[in-house]
């Protein structure tokens, strides 16, 4: 499994900054909905290239061989 990072800082202000890493495509949007939960509305926003990725979904496919 990919790793996730998430770092947040919080400035003497009060402003919340949260870097979210690992996540490929808008699935990253999923998370920050998370974190806007907990410290509020989004104020801006700005994507890294992860961002403009394809996204990646993981299907597995287990078959077990019973043949002796």
């Known amino acids: 499994m990919k790793q996730r990072e998430y ?4 400035g003497p202000d009060g402003l919340v ?3 979210v890493k690992g ?4 699935k990253c ?3 920050v ?3 806007e939960e907990i410290v509020g509305p989004v104020q801006s926003q700005t994507e890294t290239t ?4 394809p996204e990646q ?3 597995y496919d287990v078959r077990q061989d019973n043949r002796s």
């Open 7 to 10: 770092d947040i800082t919080i």
């Open 17 to 19: 900054e949260i870097h």
């Open 23 to 26: 996540y490929k495509g808008r």
């Open 29 to 31: 949007l999923d998370a």
């Open 33 to 35: 909905k998370l974190f």
């Open 50 to 53: 992860e961002f403009y990725e």
């Open 57 to 59: 979904d993981v299907q």
